[in-house]
């Protein structure tokens, strides 16, 4: 089966410096993977997406993506965070198995960026 | 402005009383599905549609309905709500059958059964 995992339940990073949310997946065949952030009583909104290509993808608000096939990995990363990025992530990974329809999520990082 | 709209946002209610949630999308997308979030789970799926009048089990459909009946709205019915269904709920909607469509996600439901 699908699966993602994300290793970190919280991410503490200082305004300006580099941010890596870690994800890790299991799949059989190609990965097609996605970044989505979850803003305090907000909705998950779309950051970034894996399907083919370039193994460094770049997706909203700064963020980007490198997808790893040999360490099946796909971080979250951003040169200089902000406090405004403080906010829940997942990473996502399309199943297949059961139509292209469901995703199936990481547990979730929440990323805190201090001033 | 496209976008996927939930109501309630919040909602508590007692042990046995039906609820219905609404989600209403206006791309005209032909995939819509629900997920409920709780800490330590990430989001698991409840359902899921692929137009109208097609609806399947997702991974936790257990206390859930769903209905498609027009192919904007996509509501989730709980016929008597229990505790253990106390969650944030999302619909979202999929343009296609692409596998590289993302998903577009309502704000979400806080539902608190007592």
């Known amino acids: 089966a699908q699966s993602v995992a994300q290793p970190e339940d919280q991410v503490n990073v200082a305004e300006g410096n580099p941010l890596t949310v870690k994800c890790t997946y299991s799949?059989?065949?190609?990965?097609?993977l996605f970044w989505y952030v979850q803003y305090p009583n907000r909705g998950l909104q779309f950051l970034l997406k894996y399907i083919t290509g370039d193994n460094l993808v770049k997706g909203s608000y700064g963020f980007e993506a490198e997808f790893n096939k040999s360490q099946t990995s796909f971080h979250l990363k951003k040169p200089s965070a902000l406090v405004s990025d403080s906010a829940l992530y997942f990473c996502?990974?399309?199943?297949?198995?059961?139509?292209?329809?469901?995703?199936?999520f990481g547990t979730g990082t929440r990323l805190l960026v201090s001033p | 402005e496209a976008q996927v709209t939930q109501n309630p946002r919040y909602l508590i209610t007692v042990t046995g009383k039906k609820l219905t949630v609404t989600c209403s999308q206006n791309m005209n997308h032909e995939y819509m599905s629900w997920y409920r979030q709780d800490p330590g789970l990430g989001l698991r799926q409840i359902y899921y549609s692929m137009n109208v009048e097609v609806t399947d089990k997702g991974d936790v459909p257990e206390g859930y309905k769903v209905s498609r009946k027009e192919k904007r709205n996509f509501p989730l019915i709980l016929e008597s709500p229990s505790p253990n269904q106390t969650s944030l709920y999302f619909c979202?909607?999929?343009?296609?059958?692409?596998?590289?469509?993302?998903?577009?996600f309502g704000q979400g439901t806080r539902l608190t059964v007592v």
């Open positions: 996502a990974v399309r199943d297949l198995n059961t139509g292209f329809q469901k995703l199936v």
């Open positions: 799949v059989s065949g190609n990965p097609y």
């Open positions: 979202a909607s999929t343009q296609g059958e692409g596998v590289n469509t993302e998903a577009f």
